[in-house]
């Protein structure tokens, strides 16, 4: 008889995976839980131009809408990573029975550590690989659409009960990462992905025009 979940789609997992495949030891963690909410923030500044600095409010109306220079903030992603043996001890595996989630944990650590950087030919000019001690570049996997360079920037541990050798059996891991930018393969797809979404979007938006009134030039008071 067929399950009743038979037909469900495919659970994808979120993960951080390791830029530099030649590190070692390779650090790479797939959450065992998705995290519930995401947080990401996106800012930018529009400094004013020299001539009109301390004069901001007084704008020219013909000026109001024109091109202007911004200044992008680099984007931040806040999440928190559940980590928990249970399952793992209960089908019996040594190693979750002898350290918990000290394996996983300890990966997570050491992405907000600095280590030497590796020569790798793709990345190296990707992400500024070079002789210096630099916590690692990441990829955050959240999807097929989303492939986002990053580093850690944050980390908040909160670990919840331990086994005989004081290794914890469960954790929280609240992480902060940084998205970086400098036009590698990764975020050239992710942005790719975006723009397709976006166009998918306008597909059943009203056109502007339908949407902005009309607004007479010049109301007379």
Same mark, same amino acid.
């Given at each position: 008889m067929t399950g009743g979940l038979s037909n469900q789609p495919q659970l994808l997992k979120g993960a951080l995976v390791d830029a530099d495949p030649a590190a070692d030891p390779q650090l790479t963690v797939s959450f065992q839980f998705n995290p %519930?909410? /995401? @947080? +990401? +923030?996106?800012? /930018?500044?529009?400094?004013?131009?020299?001539s009109r600095?301390? +004069?901001?409010? #007084? @704008?020219?109306?013909?000026?109001? &809408?024109? %091109?202007? *220079? @911004? %200044?992008?903030?680099?984007?931040?992603? #806040? =999440?928190d990573i559940r980590l928990d043996a249970t399952d793992a001890l209960e089908q019996g595996d040594p190693v979750a029975a002898e350290f918990g989630v000290l394996p996983a944990l300890s990966a997570l650590? &050491? =992405? *907000?550590?600095?280590?030497?950087? @590796?020569? /790798?030919? $793709?990345?190296?000019?990707?992400? $500024?690989? $070079?002789? +210096? /001690? %630099?916590t690692p570049v990441m990829i955050f996997v959240w999807g097929r659409q989303r492939l986002i360079p990053v580093r850690l920037t944050q980390m908040n541990i909160e670990e919840v009960e331990y086994n005989a050798n004081l290794s914890p059996s469960r954790a929280i891991v609240g992480v902060t990462l940084r998205v970086l930018g400098g036009g590698n393969q990764f975020q050239r797809h992710t942005l790719a992905q975006r723009t397709q979404m976006a166009a998918l979007n306008a597909r059943g938006t009203p056109d502007a025009t339908s949407i902005i009134p009309d607004v007479p030039r010049d109301v007379q008071g």
């Open positions: %519930v909410t /995401l @947080t +990401r +923030r996106k800012s /930018l500044r529009i400094p004013a131009p020299p600095r301390g +004069r901001e409010e #007084s @704008t020219p109306e013909d000026q109001s &809408l024109e %091109v202007q *220079i @911004t %200044v992008t903030e680099p984007e931040t992603i #806040s =999440m650590e &050491l =992405m *907000i550590t600095p280590r030497p950087e @590796t020569p /790798l030919g $793709g990345f190296s000019t990707d992400f $500024g690989f $070079g002789q +210096r /001690l %630099v």
